[in-house]
């Protein structure tokens, strides 16, 4: 029992501490490794959960939790996962839920979709020329299809879709 209260804890902790992502396998290694496996095991967890569709974070405790204390130790390692953030966006949603006929919040709302469409095209863009993007001709008429087919109402799923089979035919 005292083993899945520690698995517990400690992804509370590594939940309330980190965003996920790369900084909370940096916590969740100090706190694992010697107490809860070994280095090699935590490599390998660390690597089957990023290989696996879904939430690398989520994979990765119930990966942890259940080397360390089996399937409950895979449910307490999960419970203490998703605990902070849902009670996070519980509270979250209930102040907005209050808030919600108060005039600035619109406002608000509508100071914030710009900022957002720019960090999007931002985020894109970086993609889109990072190093190793390979940006010529051929990227660029993907994108010029793309835009149009969703300006011509095309569902996303589908231009996404066509995008990737565009680019296997493109650039074999």
Do not use: C
């Amino acid at each position: 029992m005292s083993r899945w209260i520690s698995l517990f804890w400690i992804f509370i902790k590594v939940n309330l501490l980190t965003t996920s992502g790369p900084a909370s396998v940096g916590l969740l290694y100090k706190e694992a490794v010697g107490t809860l496996m070994t280095e090699s095991e935590f490599v390998e967890a660390v690597g089957f959960s990023s290989v696996l569709p879904g939430s690398d974070a989520l994979q990765l405790a119930m990966f942890v939790g259940y080397a360390a204390g089996g399937v409950p130790g895979a449910f307490a390692a999960l419970l203490g996962s998703i605990l902070p953030p849902t009670v996070l966006m519980l509270i979250v949603a209930s102040v907005l839920q209050r808030l919600r006929g108060e005039a600035w919040i619109g406002g608000f709302v509508r100071g914030l979709t710009p900022a957002v469409a720019v960090l999007m095209v931002t985020v894109a863009w970086q993609t889109f020329t990072g190093e190793g993007a390979g940006v010529g001709m051929k990227s660029i008429a993907i994108a010029g299809l793309s835009l149009a087919a969703l300006l011509l109402n095309a569902p996303a799923p589908l231009v996404l879709l066509g995008a990737g089979l565009l680019g296997v035919i493109i650039f074999r």
